[in-house]
């Protein structure tokens, strides 16, 4: 089965690849197309696993988030392993493998001289709504910004675009807003302040000795491409933007290769066009899974199911607490609408998976009608036979750097962690703003406002040393933080969730940690946070850092131990190799 489907009536985004280039997988010769990344070429060719777990089971595993954040599609590419293929673009010739457990490098590629070290008034990460409006703000009020992203382009993952190699006449066929993010992105490229800076990770903040400001650590370059640079940059002003990923509850089977995240199914249709299945089951909560399902209808697959958690009641009443913050979404709602009446898709409502089945990936799926507390209803379940599901259940922020900066944490609206501002978005460190999902889940037009009072807000204290008063943006933050509050009362994950488990279930999937192991662990010594219990049962100890699974263990852990709550301290934010460690040092 090749997932990589052409729609009814041809692609809306009208791609026009340049011709194929050759590269070769497990010794085989595979024709890819210039621009895809490695995960893409791989499921155009139909595999949807290309590694296996460390240790005697040796599992099958392929993507999972789509977003370099949970390191499942790990591959070998020319004799370097652990390379996360939803990450690294193909280059002709690349010689990809299938990665057998742990692997040692065949050779390692050195990086080059570390940069010279460059001062800038205002340095912004992450360059989705909330970083590009930052920038923009930040270097119309005139000061110099440097954009930092990981990505190849600027947009983040709500405005991922085709690769420049695909050449397409209509990208704007399948996003949403495209007319005012073209607007800015425009902008960006043309201002004369702004220096962006692609394909680039931040790995560590600190601050500077003896004056404000501080240090940024930059990796510039794939981990195992040569010429990656590894440098410095100093910032007056710090504006972080890193945006969030996917919230995935477990269940029995959600480590099976074709279980994605909601976010990895859109990341491949907006940014790759590819369908990660034929027959794709959606389900999780919140109104993310209508454009998810718009995207996989959009490379035509088939959409076996759209389900939705919560009851129509709990919808309701959340909506009801603030009846007209959402009345700009009310057009977006009824374009959704009608494309699930023309595709005779209908929305369920109080059902969720709670166990996905195969052997070596997934063939079918069990669902349930939940109560309202989520917990599956006894003779409600049923089987549909599928070959990919995937699942969101809202999003947790990248906090590594926040936590880097010393940024004090709460909670947002959803329940989750989120970094503490104050009305012009500075955090409790005085020379650092946030803007975006790190501040609270709420959607993109109350990140592209957050980002322009932040930008706005630093650019003024670099040239002042003041804050700055409220503005347009501020407002509309106002109103995209009520917004947030009422979509949160609306889509609310609940306890029942942990019903859907058992322990045998796969609650850390790096270090292939279960259910019973953890509850086991917990039950041999008390913990009194998530360091102890990830010493105790190695839950959060793999590559992943805990991103994936941190908020699910201590909700679990919580349940035998009040108080446990997730950490997120990680020294260094992104995964470097320490050859390049050791050169930056030999060059400083």
Not at 440 to 467: F, K, P, W
Not at 534 to 545: E, I, M, P
Request: proline fraction near 6%; aromatic fraction near 4%; hydrophobic fraction near 40%.
């Amino acid at each position: 089965m090749s997932p990589y489907l052409q729609p009814a009536g041809g692609d809306p985004a009208e791609p026009r690849p340049q011709a194929s280039m050759q590269i070769s997988v497990d010794g085989q010769p595979v024709q890819a197309l210039p621009g895809q990344t490695v995960a893409a070429a791989l499921m155009a060719a139909g595999r949807d696993s290309w590694r296996t777990t460390r240790g005697a089971e040796a599992k099958p595993r392929g993507v999972f988030c789509g977003i370099g954040a949970c390191f499942d599609c790990l591959v070998v590419v020319n004799g370097v392993p652990d390379v996360r293929a939803c990450q690294r673009t193909i280059a002709p010739g690349d010689s990809i493998s299938t990665q057998h457990g742990a692997v040692l490098p065949a050779a390692v590629n050195g990086s080059t001289a570390a940069a010279p070290r460059s001062q800038w008034s205002v340095v912004v990460v992450g360059a989705g709504p909330a970083g590009m409006n930052a920038a923009l703000a930040a270097a119309d009020a005139g000061v110099d910004v440097l954009l930092v992203d990981a990505g190849r382009a600027v947009g983040g993952q709500y405005h991922r675009q085709l690769p420049a190699e695909f050449n397409a006449r209509r990208p704007g066929r399948v996003h949403h807003g495209w007319t005012s993010f073209a607007r800015v992105r425009d902008r960006i490229a043309r201002h004369e302040r702004i220096e962006y800076l692609a394909e680039t990770s931040v790995w560590a903040i600190e601050p500077l000795t003896g004056r404000t400001g501080r240090r940024l650590w930059l990796q510039t370059g794939a981990a195992d491409a040569p010429g990656r640079r590894m440098s410095s940059v100093e910032a007056e002003a710090l504006v972080l933007a890193p945006g969030a990923y996917d919230r995935v509850l477990p269940f029995p089977g959600w480590d099976l290769p074709g279980v994605y995240s909601a976010g990895a199914a859109q990341a491949l249709a907006k940014g790759q066009r590819i369908a990660i299945g034929q027959r794709v089951l959606v389900g999780g909560t919140g109104p993310f899974l209508l454009p998810v399902a718009e995207s996989l209808l959009g490379v035509g697959a088939e959409v076996a199911g759209l389900l939705e958690a919560n009851h129509l009641s709990t919808i309701a009443q959340g909506w009801r607490t603030d009846p007209l913050v959402a009345r700009s979404k009310l057009r977006e709602a009824a374009g959704y609408a009608g494309l699930l009446a023309r595709h005779r898709l209908r929305l369920q409502h109080g059902r969720a998976v709670i166990a996905a089945h195969g052997t070596d990936r997934v063939e079918a799926v069990t669902v349930a009608r939940l109560t309202p507390d989520w917990r599956p209803i006894p003779g409600t379940e049923r089987q549909v036979e599928v070959d990919a599901v995937c699942i969101g259940y809202g999003f947790t922020a990248q906090l590594e750097l926040a936590v880097s900066a010393r940024c004090e944490l709460g909670t947002g609206p959803d329940g989750g962690p989120a970094v503490v501002v104050d009305d012009s978005q500075r955090t409790s460190d005085p020379a650092v703003w946030a803007a975006g999902e790190l501040t609270g889940i709420g959607g993109a037009d109350l990140a592209a406002a957050e980002g322009r009072v932040a930008g706005q807000a630093a650019a003024h204290a670099v040239r002042t040393d003041s804050s700055v008063p409220p503005t347009t943006a501020r407002r509309k933050v106002v109103e995209g933080k009520r917004f947030a509050a009422a979509l949160a009362r609306a889509y609310p994950v609940r306890d029942g969730w942990r019903s859907w488990s058992d322990d045998g279930t796969l609650v850390c999937r790096c270090e292939g940690v279960t259910r019973g192991a953890l509850e086991s662990a917990l039950a041999e010594r008390d913990v009194a946070g998530s360091r102890p219990l990830k010493l105790t049962s190695r839950a959060g100890l793999g590559l992943c850092q805990g991103r994936v699974c941190a908020r699910t263990v201590a909700d679990l852990a919580a349940a035998h131990q009040p108080g446990v709550r997730a950490e997120h301290h990680r020294p260094i934010a992104v995964p470097v190799r320490l050859a390049d460690l050791a050169n930056l040092q030999e060059d400083l």
